[in-house]
């Protein structure tokens, strides 16, 4: 396990090493997808805290990323809300194995000090970031997160991109999305799922239908 | 790969204008990189038509065992081993590690018979410590399958690595119609979120259902036997797309979320085969197994397609066609023949549709040739008792004073996410009650813009009764458990559930957008 992850901690920096220089990157993957393809982008936090988005942010982390801004008055408010619910119901892990990350795709109006504001206003505790950045920047990290429309009118209409939510997991390079329009505890849920670890898998988690057959006489044999 | 590298930087720029300016429209490259929603590659090139066509194992039957299924004295046990295994793609690429049913992908065929039940064992062998593309846990849907709730692969009823799970299929057909018998279903990955991934490493077979009229034995002298081509000459097809990076790695991108569609195209696991043909009839089994690409299919020589199913069930009538239009998890059975051939002749089937995105076939519909698929290679002669006769087996009625209910669902995309009525999938709700035994009447509509949705419904399969107000076509007036809405279309169709009481789903094909929660649960009372 150990050298699997070193093997992996390596691939990962060369392809930030070389996703910095904005240049080749040498052996390895050329269409890097996953979490080999996030870009270790700069961003400033709420308080002013210069942070890369790879190695600061995501590394070792669940992470649930949103865009947003704060002059947005359409999907915005509704999903910074939901999401204020999320981290209620998550507040054993955010700020801990999780995090919540807000980025502004207003950045030159959302200044660390007024995304300040908009994190008190919507009750975001510790473990919740709220990322402003170099416009160009943030638009690449937008695209490698998939969060864009194919029509390119609706892509230009910045409120369109706060309904999505992508969930990672980055030691274990497992990504999916959900809308935040969705039930916070739908959310969670989702949350949950991109979350679990082996230790967590037990036949006693089952989620309902057919028993185990046999119970613990039908556990498969190691593959 | 400095052009790449431009390539992504140019694109950028012109978005970033774009978004600052307005509407500055973009032209959308059509080899686009993965963060353009393109299509995913270029992956390293591969010579065509270097390696036979595999045809998956019929998967073989164990000794009894003791089950929490119900069973009867001929019932026939399986055990199915879920596990990573190294894969083959091309001989000029290296072996990939897949996720495959015993190993292998497309996992083992079962030849079912109507009347006697199946019970398989799945053991999950996957590595729980993965990472990368693809979760460990996994959920077995058989696909157009008439079976209880808890047997029908309900996306949040799965089972982790190193545990078993016994699934019941007790190969009936509702009310025990014969009119309802059923032939070509699959078995596939239906895990919550995660469908997408988990088939894309290759968990999908084919399982076939045979009764005394489609009996599969081409010399039966039961008078009530088709005689289809049979055995050797009945060969399941799934198509599938795939991408891998320079390594000749299989790539996957988990932040696309309009629908991967890779740049290799495989039939039965191999990227372009080639099969050596009798002068005969064949019987094909088409499965478009794909994420998130449509096909339509093309013979070089100009000849035509008998088809003789549509989705899990035989139609009424062959039909001949010139061509074959699937969208994802639908299945059409068609007759070659291939006895009109001099040996040695070749024969390519093609997919002429242009699609260039998640969103469904592009504007610019059919280019030809299109891309070869597989190679025909008319090699020998051989007996041909086969038939296709006419009719093939009836439908049953559509009994539309006994129908009960109507509803009305609708399929969008709202700020990037999917929704069916405006609601997110969501495994604790049902949106519909239908009553066992009371026919219903399904709206279908689509009304997500430019984007093409094939819709499943598990438990029963049904009948069309409008696409966009006019009568379906021949192709589609059969029965089917998947339809697909293009653009803008509406789809009625006429369903009924029986026998079985418990949750159920139906979600759109595309799984990426079924990842992200386009589905919905219904409840059977």
Redesign the interface.
């Known amino acids: 396990m150990s050298i699997e992850r070193r093997r992996l901690r390596g691939l990962a920096a060369c392809v930030l090493a070389s996703a910095c220089a904005g240049r080749d990157r040498a052996p390895g993957p050329a269409v890097a997808m996953g979490t080999a393809s996030l870009p270790n982008v700069r961003l400033q936090t709420q308080d002013g805290e210069p942070v890369r988005f790879y190695d600061d942010l995501v590394k070792g982390r669940v992470v649930m990323i949103n865009f947003m801004f704060t002059t947005c008055r359409r999907a915005c408010p509704g999903t910074t809300a939901n999401l204020r619910r999320v981290q209620r119901a998550l507040r054993s892990h955010v700020g801990r194995d999780l995090v919540m990350l807000s980025v502004s795709l207003d950045p030159e109006h959302d200044t660390p000090e007024v995304l300040k504001e908009y994190a008190r206003v919507y009750g975001a505790g510790p473990g919740w970031y709220f990322l402003s950045g170099r416009r160009e920047e943030i638009e690449q990290l937008r695209r490698r997160l998939g969060v864009y429309d194919l029509n390119p009118v609706r892509d230009a209409d910045r409120t369109r991109h706060a309904g999505l939510v992508v969930l990672g997991n980055e030691p274990m390079d497992r990504w999916s999305a959900i809308s935040g329009r969705a039930k916070p505890r739908q959310i969670v849920e989702a949350v949950e799922r991109v979350m679990e670890r082996p230790e967590d898998w037990k036949p006693e988690t089952w989620s309902g239908g057919r028993p185990p057959p046999g119970s613990s006489a039908c556990a498969a044999p190691p593959a | 790969?400095?052009r790449?590298?431009f390539l992504k930087?140019g694109t950028?720029t012109v978005?970033?204008l774009?978004?600052?300016g307005?509407?500055?429209?973009?032209v959308?490259l059509r080899r686009a990189?993965?963060?353009?929603?393109g299509v995913?590659?270029p992956s390293p090139p591969t010579s065509p038509f270097v390696q036979e066509l595999p045809i998956a194992p019929l998967h073989q039957p164990v000794a009894p065992f003791?089950?929490?299924?119900p069973t009867s004295g001929n019932t026939l046990f399986y055990n199915v081993?879920i596990?990573?295994q190294l894969h083959s793609f091309h001989p000029q690429l290296p072996d990939n590690l897949i996720w495959g049913y015993n190993g292998i992908t497309p996992g083992p065929t079962f030849h079912a018979r109507v009347g006697q039940p199946n019970v398989v064992?799945f053991?999950?062998?996957?590595?729980?410590?993965?990472?990368?593309?693809g979760?460990p846990?996994t959920v077995v849907h058989r696909h157009g399958g008439f079976q209880a709730?808890?047997?029908d692969g309900?996306p949040?009823?799965?089972?982790?690595?190193?545990?078993?799970?016994?699934f019941?299929w007790p190969n009936v057909s509702p009310g025990n119609d014969v009119r309802e018998n059923e032939a070509t279903l699959w078995y596939h990955d239906h895990l919550?979120?995660?469908t997408g991934p988990n088939v894309y490493k290759g968990l999908a077979g084919f399982f076939l259902m045979f009764d005394d009229v489609d009996s599969g034995d081409e010399t039966d002298p039961n008078p009530a036997a088709l005689r289809l081509p049979s055995g050797d000459f009945d060969i399941p097809l799934v198509f599938q797309d795939r991408?891998f990076?320079?390594?000749g790695?299989l790539?996957?991108?988990?932040?696309?979320?309009?629908g991967f569609l890779g740049d290799k195209f495989l039939v039965n696991g191999a990227i372009q085969p080639f099969l050596r043909v009798a002068r005969r009839k064949y019987r094909f089994r088409f499965l478009d197994g794909s994420n998130a690409r449509f096909y339509e299919f093309f013979l070089s020589s100009g000849q035509s397609f008998v088809q003789i199913a549509s989705d899990d069930k035989l139609l009424p009538h062959p039909i001949v066609r010139k061509s074959i239009r699937m969208g994802m998890a639908e299945r059409v059975d068609v007759v070659i023949d291939f006895s009109g051939y001099p040996i040695g002749q070749e024969v390519i089937l093609q997919n002429r549709l242009q699609q260039n995105?998640?969103?469904g076939p592009s504007d610019e519909g059919l280019v030809s040739p299109g891309t070869p698929i597989l190679k025909f290679i008319v090699t020998r002669d051989a007996a041909d008792p086969s038939r296709v006769p006419d009719p093939l087996r009836p439908l049953p009625p559509i009994l539309l004073d006994k129908v009960g209910a109507h509803r009305t669902f609708t399929f969008d995309n709202?700020?990037?996410?999917?929704?069916i009525n405006d609601r997110?999938?969501?495994?604790n709700r049902a949106v519909a009650f239908p009553q066992l035994g009371v026919p219903e009447i399904w709206t279908l509509q689509n009304e997500g813009?430019?984007w093409s949705h094939p819709i499943h419904i598990h438990l029963e399969s049904f009948q069309i009764l409008s696409r966009n107000g006019q009568p379906p076509a021949a192709y589609e007036a059969g029965q089917k458990d998947t339809v697909v809405l293009g653009p803008d279309d509406e789809v009625k169709l006429y369903i009924q559930f029986r026998t079985f009481r418990g949750r159920y789903v139906f979600h759109c094909h595309n799984t990426e957008h079924e990842?992200?929660?386009m589905m919905a649960r219904f409840d059977t009372t």
């Open positions: 790969m400095q790449r590298e930087y950028l978005t970033g774009a978004l600052g307005g509407a500055v429209p973009f959308p990189r993965a963060d353009d929603g995913a590659g003791a089950t929490s299924c081993h596990q990573e064992r053991f999950n062998d996957l590595p729980a410590n993965h990472r990368g593309f979760v846990n709730s808890e047997d309900f949040l009823d799965l089972f982790t690595p190193g545990t078993s799970r016994d019941c919550v979120d995660f991408a990076d320079q390594n790695q790539i996957f991108n988990t932040f696309e979320h309009n995105d998640g969103r709202s700020d990037g996410g999917w929704v997110f999938f969501d495994g813009g430019e990842d992200m929660a």
